[in-house]
């Protein structure tokens, strides 16, 4: 048996980074959260399904760019991909076996998804009976995960990989490089969005539409505006960090790019008190009512305080060129 004492999540609602952040405190080179929100492309952009409302879509989406921008921060992504309705997967779950426990005895951090919800888990250990971990949910003595278990969900996805830690690149670099990722995801960008779903200006459209008509599904509404929020909370957070790691050179840009983005978190976060999450995950619509109309006029802000936020963040990049 082998267990990474102190190795823990970080709790975020975007399970990915939060898993990724708790990794990065393990191993002592942990950024803020902010940076690695921002640093990362994550905290810029939004992903729906075309239904408006799926719970999908912050997590359906091709992240490869996401952990490559990780190299930029400090820190290298490793991993083992599987589909069960793929040929060979018994074997892919045992190359993500042997991976991480490879790694854990080397003391390197593992994340994976799925071990219980589909969310992102941290691998803290592992024993003969399989994966211990620790994540949304995982409070609940669900651990081990047996290993020949992994991914054979309705999902059917399996995904492992080791963090290993390397040398930041310079502040301007990570700033340039995570924003051209977002304004390129946020126009559709089909390296990274898939076809079921919307990406930025399009995806807020979506959402608004499926809200305004009271089709949009309650759990999914209230898991996204939970997500998304966050995400622009700590892009505002990135905004201002890269400001005072940065000085002089972008400052107008980004101030307006802080403003904006200010603003699209406040209407995302009046629509989480609206439809907070742990008071509305149970299946049905919105409905057409005085609040989901209300939810629906905090979106349209939204949107129009993100297309003014883009236009900053294409001067803050101009001003790095």
């Given at each position: 048996?082998?267990?990474?004492?102190?190795l823990a999540w970080t709790?975020?609602?975007?399970?990915?980074?939060?898993?990724?952040?708790?990794?990065?405190?393990?191993?002592?080179?942990?950024?803020?959260?902010?940076?690695?929100?921002?640093?990362?492309?994550?905290?810029?952009?939004?992903?729906?399904?075309?239904?408006?409302?799926?719970?999908?879509?912050?997590?359906?989406?091709?992240?490869?760019?996401?952990?490559?921008?990780?190299?930029?921060?400090?820190?290298?992504?490793?991993?083992?991909?599987?589909?069960?309705?793929?040929?060979?997967?018994?074997?892919?779950?045992?190359?993500?076996?042997?991976?991480?426990?490879?790694?854990?005895?080397?003391?390197?951090?593992?994340?994976?998804?799925?071990?219980?919800?589909?969310?992102?888990?941290?691998?803290?250990?592992?024993?003969?009976?399989?994966?211990?971990?620790?994540?949304?949910?995982?409070?609940?003595?669900?651990?081990?995960?047996?290993?020949?278990?992994?991914?054979?969900?309705?999902?059917?996805?399996?995904?492992?990989?080791?963090?290993?830690?390397?040398?930041?690149?310079?502040?301007?670099?990570?700033?340039?490089?995570?924003?051209?990722?977002?304004?390129?995801?946020?126009?559709?960008?089909?390296?990274?969005?898939?076809?079921?779903?919307?990406?930025?200006?399009?995806?807020?459209?979506?959402?608004?539409?499926?809200?305004?008509?009271?089709?949009?599904?309650?759990?999914?509404?209230?898991?996204?505006?939970?997500?998304?929020?966050?995400?622009?909370?700590?892009?505002?957070?990135?905004?201002?960090?890269?400001?005072?790691?940065?000085?002089?050179?972008?400052?107008?840009?980004?101030?307006?790019?802080?403003?904006?983005?200010?603003?699209?978190?406040?209407?995302?976060?009046?629509?989480?008190?609206?439809?907070?999450?742990?008071?509305?995950?149970?299946?049905?619509?919105?409905?057409e009512n005085s609040k989901?109309?209300?939810?629906?006029?905090?979106?349209?802000?939204?949107?129009?305080?993100?297309?003014?936020?883009?236009?900053?963040?294409?001067?803050?990049?101009?001003?790095l060129s």
């Open positions: 048996m082998k267990r990474l004492s102190n709790p975020t609602w975007t399970s990915l980074v939060g898993c990724i952040h708790g990794c990065l405190k393990y191993l002592d080179i942990a950024p803020s959260l902010g940076w690695l929100f921002g640093g990362t492309g994550h905290g810029f952009i939004i992903n729906m399904s075309r239904d408006g409302s799926c719970p999908s879509g912050p997590t359906a989406w091709k992240t490869t760019r996401f952990y490559d921008l990780g190299v930029n921060i400090g820190y290298q992504l490793e991993g083992v991909f599987g589909d069960k309705r793929q040929p060979g997967y018994k074997e892919k779950q045992k190359q993500a076996w042997d991976l991480a426990k490879a790694a854990l005895d080397q003391d390197l951090p593992v994340i994976g998804w799925e071990m219980a919800v589909p969310e992102w888990y941290v691998v803290e250990g592992y024993d003969d009976a399989g994966y211990y971990y620790n994540g949304p949910g995982a409070d609940q003595g669900l651990s081990p995960k047996p290993w020949r278990k992994l991914g054979k969900t309705g999902i059917g996805l399996l995904e492992i990989h080791i963090l290993k830690p390397l040398k930041p690149v310079k502040d301007e670099q990570i700033v340039k490089e995570a924003l051209t990722f977002a304004i390129a995801f946020n126009q559709g960008s089909q390296e990274w969005v898939l076809p079921d779903y919307l990406a930025g200006q399009d995806a807020y459209q979506g959402w608004i539409e499926a809200v305004s008509s009271g089709k949009a599904a309650l759990m999914g509404h209230a898991y996204n505006a939970a997500v998304w929020e966050e995400c622009r909370s700590y892009a505002v957070s990135f905004l201002r960090e890269a400001k005072t790691r940065i000085p002089g050179i972008i400052d107008d840009a980004l101030d307006g790019a802080i403003r904006s983005y200010s603003e699209v978190s406040k209407q995302l976060k009046d629509i989480t008190e609206l439809y907070p999450f742990f008071e509305n995950n149970e299946q049905g619509q919105v409905g989901s109309q209300k939810a629906a006029e905090h979106l349209q802000a939204a949107k129009k305080a993100e297309q003014e936020g883009t236009g900053y963040l294409e001067e803050v990049l101009e001003g």
